[in-house]
């Protein structure tokens, strides 16, 4: 995966100072773990997604259909929407205790096989390694940078966590790739005989429909 904080990075390696500065640089070292962790976070994402997929096709999600007193037939799937639909009148008790029993069973059943099948432990796992991506991303913003190439990297960082798509065109997303390009070309000029490439960056993943920061 080819990255500008990567780029650059490589290009000073040709000289001996400039490589004890990328090893003594607290964002490039933060930069580093960063992407060993959100590479990670991907791969299991995309693992618990495929367990998901069979998971849902040979049990499917817990849910209960039932007929409400208008004749509208209603499929919940959770207490929680089990309530909101039949409400907590004395005349819906008998209703709503079957409903609860019937969805526990398709629950249990659930469960059962989420844990056979290691859909359990990866969404657990998963969960864990997007927990630590973020915390070390949060640590950027109190992490300071002593070369270029750890100001790309927090950039790099923030616009593969961050966009909803490539080339996102909604604030602050051009703004960033913009300053970006621009360290890249500002370290062209300063080190002409050293190869820049410019910024390449892998596809982000599109976990949303709009443009806009983590919640």
């Known amino acids: 995966m080819?990255?500008?904080?990567?780029?650059?990075?490589?290009?000073?390696?040709?000289?001996?100072?400039?490589?004890?500065?990328?090893?003594s640089d607290p964002a490039l070292a933060l930069w580093r773990e960063w992407e060993r962790v959100h590479k990670q976070t991907e791969r299991l994402c995309r693992k618990q997604?495929?367990?998901?997929?069979?998971?849902?096709?040979?049990?499917?999600?817990?849910?209960?259909?039932?007929?409400?007193?208008?004749?509208?037939?209603?499929?919940?799937?959770?207490?929680?929407g089990l309530n909101e639909v039949l409400g907590k009148g004395p005349d819906m008790v008998a209703l709503r205790e079957a409903a609860e029993v019937e969805f526990a069973a398709h629950q249990a059943c659930w469960d059962a096989a989420a844990e056979e099948t290691g859909y359990t432990a990866a969404l657990r796992a998963e969960r864990e390694a997007g927990d630590r991506a973020e915390d070390l991303l949060e640590a950027f913003a109190t992490t300071p940078a002593?070369?270029?190439?750890?100001?790309?990297?927090?950039?790099d960082a923030v616009l593969r966590e961050g966009e909803a798509w490539e080339e996102c065109s909604e604030f602050p997303w051009p703004q960033i790739?913009?300053?970006?390009s621009d360290l890249v070309r500002i370290a062209e000029q300063m080190v002409p005989e050293q190869f820049f490439p410019g910024e390449r960056r892998p596809k982000p993943r599109r976990r949303r429909a709009g443009c806009c920061f983590r919640a």
């Open 146 to 155: 002593t070369t270029l190439a750890g100001v790309a990297g927090k950039l």
């Open 177 to 180: 790739r913009s300053a970006l």
């Open 2 to 23: 080819a990255t500008t904080a990567w780029t650059l990075e490589g290009n000073a390696s040709a000289d001996g100072a400039g490589n004890a500065n990328l090893r």
């Open 49 to 80: 997604q495929r367990l998901e997929t069979r998971l849902v096709e040979s049990v499917g999600f817990p849910c209960v259909t039932l007929r409400v007193p208008e004749g509208e037939q209603v499929t919940v799937h959770s207490i929680e």
